[in-house]
């Protein structure tokens, strides 16, 4: 929306939103800010005509990614940052973002490149005692202590450093913007004007933005469109695993996974990550499975844990930690419907372990597994992983990568296998091919349940455990 003026065309928008309005008005209708409505020059004349080129004259050779140094990262970035490249970097407050940028600028600058890591956040003698704690600090890392925009895109055109991380993009703020740090308008006119610097000067630029678990604050959700990748750093604060995933990359595929454990030294990248998820495992605790699931195109072995008691309030109790809530529930209603185990006079509560998040349907076997073992009180059969989609008639369905997921388990001792009908023969692993859930409940090792009588479902007894009514 515009309006005239005598000194010209101007836009009214929210300085806190984005939104625009038609008029100025004290509260902004689509945010509810008071006060936010601000003046944007409009363009009023008529920009010259580009030059269009062929397509098919164009250099398709891809520009050379320059390796960070950290494995686990340069995996998921496809080799590395490259130059001229915005990076966004995202996740909750404290997850370790600042840590891991960190360590990559000491990595390259280290190997002869120079570096500028633009502090928005912290003081330069903070960045220092915290780069000695994370090991050697090369002379070529430079920091730059500042929030002003402006400063910052001069410094970066002056120095021409190879990477640059500017840490965080909301603290850092246009003073000729009439928002407060931090905003949507305020991010975005940072990112619009470092992506014109990193294509100027052809310096990669990484920007470490904060989100919360809905992705509710100003940042990455508005600035994912302006960039060249966007990387998402997911961990339980209260665990040391941390995993690295590209939302969006433009120079390669976004389907890796980088893993890092969190320790005094920083990032340390996860050599053997199923072994650490199942090393420590109690193999015959009833509520337990062991599931093969695929990260990106790394086989993961993770351990899903069910817990089973009386209801302690009015309502019966559905908890899910790194698992999908909504497939729970529909695994709970299938055992229902399908098997007769009621679960409707009890607590529920499913977990994966050591910290792991589970999100694609190929866990819903191991998740129903844990829960039959958990309302029977009786371990899953010892040696054994699942790994099947189970569909709402009680079926169980093929999930793809399949050899690649009966591979690592067998390399890591693995003696059993159940998985969706046909099973593939593997070599180390016998392999049992199951139709339907009550069918892998059986290879299982598990209860059978009557599913033909209707009248007796499954149902806790006085000390939380199964019994017939």
Request: proline share 6%; with cysteine; glycine share 12%.
């Amino acid at each position: 929306m515009t309006r005239t003026r005598a000194e010209g065309r101007v836009l009214l928008r929210c300085g806190e939103c984005g939104a625009a309005a038609a008029k100025w008005v004290g509260q902004c209708a689509a945010c509810g800010a008071w006060g936010s409505l601000v003046e944007t020059a409009a363009p009023g004349a008529v920009a010259p005509p580009g030059e269009a080129v062929a397509l098919a004259d164009i250099d398709p050779a891809p520009v050379a990614a320059r390796p960070t140094g950290v494995d686990e990262l340069d995996r998921v970035l496809g080799g590395g940052l490259v130059p001229g490249s915005v990076t966004l970097l995202g996740g909750e407050p404290g997850i370790g973002k600042s840590t891991l940028v960190l360590q990559a600028l000491a990595a390259m600058a280290s190997h002869g490149g120079r570096c500028l890591l633009v502090a928005a956040e912290e003081s330069a003698p903070q960045v220092r005692v915290r780069a000695a704690r994370l090991g050697r600090v090369p002379d070529d890392l430079l920091v730059l202590a500042e929030t002003s925009l402006p400063v910052v895109a001069t410094t970066i055109a002056l120095l021409r450093p190879a990477v640059c991380v500017v840490d965080s993009i909301q603290t850092v703020a246009d003073p000729s913007v009439a928002s407060s740090a931090g905003s949507v308008a305020q991010v975005r006119d940072a990112a619009q004007v470092l992506t014109r610097v990193a294509k100027e000067t052809g310096a990669a630029i990484v920007l470490v933005g904060h989100v919360t678990k809905d992705g509710s604050l100003a940042g990455p959700r508005a600035l994912e469109h302006l960039v060249d990748t966007v990387l998402s750093f997911e961990g339980d604060r209260h665990h040391a695993l941390r995993i690295l995933r590209a939302v969006k990359h433009r120079f390669g595929a976004t389907g890796e996974i980088g893993l890092f454990e969190m320790t005094d030294t920083g990032m340390v990248p996860v050599a053997d990550p199923s072994a650490l998820f199942v090393g420590d495992r109690r193999a015959r605790a009833a509520g337990s499975a062991v599931v093969a699931t695929v990260e990106g195109r790394r086989p993961l072995l993770v351990e899903v844990q069910a817990l089973v008691g009386r209801r302690s309030g009015p309502a019966a109790r559905r908890v899910a930690q790194g698992v999908d809530a909504g497939r729970v529930g529909l695994i709970l209603a299938v055992l229902e419907r399908r098997l007769g185990v009621s679960s409707g006079a009890l607590d529920v509560y499913v977990a994966a372990a050591g910290g792991a998040r589970l999100s694609e349907p190929a866990a819903d076997l191991g998740i129903a597994l844990a829960l039959v073992s958990a309302v029977n009180r009786r371990p899953v059969r010892h040696g054994l992983v699942v790994a099947g989609e189970i569909g709402l008639a009680g079926d169980v369905r093929p999930v793809p990568h399949l050899a690649r997921r009966l591979a690592e388990a067998a390399r890591l001792g693995f003696e059993a296998a159940v998985v969706a009908d046909p099973a593939p023969a593997t070599a180390g692993i016998a392999v049992t091919g199951v139709p339907s859930l009550l069918h892998a409940i059986d290879a299982a090792g598990l209860p059978h349940p009557d599913v033909g009588d209707r009248r007796a479902p499954w149902r806790p007894d006085r000390h939380g455990g199964p019994c017939r009514h």
